[in-house]
């Protein structure tokens, strides 16, 4: 397998499929095959049995340090037109994080900056070492923040959000913290332990209530509450074998044990 083909490194163990960023000498930054390989990785893992969680995190001190600056001063030197996300011809892998039926989780083990942050923000649950800021600066660039842009602000105040957007400031974590942008905090030798620890909590739970309920968060977003009550949407987890075996198990004190139907 050549450099290339290990931008993005892949596991799966205990019901999380881990990804990892695998450009350290880069930053972590987001080449156009990185993108194209979390895309297939994610959409892969979506439909893989084994598969309850899906973790992101990089290799090295930073997290992702967004959109690889060379692909886009390449492109502007040969003279063709960069293309922002909404002139792309596939999904961003932003966009199939979020789509995903899976929870998926960043294990944000640096700094996380540009698209990045937003690399994050497609997270549902977000665990960060404590060393970790987080920065997007593409106001100070020329560029549009389009993803944070509109999904930042559901994460937390419109006001903090847009002053992160319009001032292109550094982020300190604790700030982050305090926002409820961060889940959880650990030192470096623990951060592993503590996001997996977090995902085994998530991976305890019923397959087809995972899914029901990362959809229904998604797809309401933005409806009317009445509409948004009424949005069948995902699987029937009431209608369901684990159902009946969640009930079995409360009641003889055990564990159950999920089928995922």
């Given at each position: 397998?050549?450099?290339?083909?290990?931008?993005?490194?892949?596991?799966?163990?205990?019901?999380?499929?881990?990804?990892?960023?695998?450009?350290?000498?880069?930053?972590?930054?987001?080449?156009?095959?990185m993108n194209a390989e979390i895309r297939k990785a994610v959409l892969a893992a979506d439909v893989n049995p084994a598969v309850s969680l899906i973790a992101i995190t990089g290799a090295g001190t930073t997290f992702c340090a967004g959109a690889d600056l060379k692909d886009a001063r390449a492109m502007d030197a040969g003279g063709e037109r960069y293309r922002g996300p909404l002139h792309q011809p596939d999904r961003t892998?932003?966009?199939?994080?979020?789509?995903?039926?899976?929870?998926?989780?960043?294990?944000?083990?640096?700094?996380?900056?540009?698209?990045?942050?937003?690399?994050?923000?497609?997270?549902?649950?977000?665990?960060?070492?404590?060393?970790?800021?987080?920065?997007?600066?593409?106001?100070?660039?020329?560029?549009?923040?389009?993803?944070?842009?509109?999904?930042?602000?559901?994460?937390?105040?419109?006001?903090?959000?847009?002053?992160?957007?319009?001032?292109?400031?550094?982020?300190?974590?604790?700030?982050?913290?305090?926002?409820?942008?961060?889940?959880?905090?650990?030192?470096?030798?623990?951060?592993?332990?503590?996001?997996?620890?977090?995902?085994?909590?998530?991976?305890?739970?019923?397959?087809?209530?995972?899914?029901?309920?990362?959809?229904?968060?998604?797809?309401?977003?933005?409806?009317?509450?009445?509409?948004?009550?009424?949005?069948?949407?995902?699987?029937?987890?009431?209608?369901?074998?684990?159902?009946?075996?969640?009930?079995?198990?409360?009641?003889?004190?055990?564990?159950?044990?999920?089928?995922?139907?």
């Open positions: 397998m050549n450099d290339e083909q290990e931008v993005l490194q892949v596991s799966i163990e205990n019901k999380v499929c881990l990804l990892t960023l695998n450009r350290p000498e880069r930053r972590n930054a987001l080449s156009q095959q892998a932003f966009e199939v994080l979020i789509e995903s039926r899976k929870p998926i989780l960043g294990i944000i083990n640096g700094p996380a900056t540009a698209g990045g942050f937003e690399l994050a923000l497609a997270c549902d649950l977000r665990v960060a070492v404590d060393t970790a800021w987080f920065c997007l600066p593409e106001a100070r660039r020329g560029m549009g923040a389009h993803f944070a842009s509109v999904v930042l602000h559901q994460i937390i105040p419109p006001g903090i959000a847009m002053e992160w957007l319009y001032t292109g400031r550094r982020v300190p974590l604790e700030e982050a913290v305090r926002w409820g942008l961060v889940n959880r905090v650990a030192p470096a030798e623990k951060l592993m332990e503590t996001a997996m620890a977090l995902a085994a909590e998530v991976t305890a739970s019923a397959p087809l209530s995972l899914h029901r309920m990362k959809l229904t968060y998604r797809k309401t977003l933005g409806m009317t509450l009445l509409s948004a009550l009424r949005l069948d949407v995902g699987p029937d987890p009431y209608a369901s074998e684990d159902r009946k075996e969640g009930a079995r198990a409360f009641l003889e004190k055990r564990d159950p044990v999920w089928q995922g139907r």
